[in-house]
């Protein structure tokens, strides 16, 4: 090519001019690089096993986990058990979601002082209490002919 001849033109890629590119990149690299430090940080990976103390890395549920570490459950059940439904797909899921709301909600103190089980948790726990029951819920629900909600009377059976 001669020095005479021009090249042509670089059509913007999807008509979106390189320098936004660029402004991307860097977003996402940012938003990826707090992200891991968040997640090493707060010992993310920790979360993926059935240990108990996992959940008491944050200051806010040591005293669950001690409140469970006394109770009928703390030699029959682990957090897993109660607080994640079955199979590997909606375990992870739950973790997951679960997972990312906490986290907002310790990083931006959102929470309140007295934690509360969610809608969604309440269903995942009282389908847990169900499973590993079930024999006595069956035989309530014969008596009471309702479906058993279990946490309602029992509240503390978990957490003391």
Known sequence: MSPQQ????????????????ASLAVCVGLAAGVGMFT??????ASYFT????????????????????KSSHGNVAVCNDCHSPA???P?????????FFHS????????PDNIRINSFNYEVTR???VKCHQPIVAAMEGVHGESADCIACHSQVGHQ
């Open 127 to 129: 389908n847990a209490c």
């Open 6 to 21: 021009a090249l042509p033109a670089r059509q913007p890629f999807l008509g979106i001019p390189p320098v936004w590119w």
């Open 87 to 89: 199979g590997f797909v």
């Open 50 to 69: 059935n240990n108990p103390g996992a959940c008491a890395n944050c200051h806010v549920m040591r005293q669950q986990y001690a409140g469970w570490m």
């Open 104 to 111: 907002l909600a310790f990083t931006t103190g959102w929470f």
């Open 91 to 99: 375990k992870y899921y739950t973790k997951a979601r679960n997972g």
């Open 39 to 44: 997640f090493g940080y707060a010992r993310g």
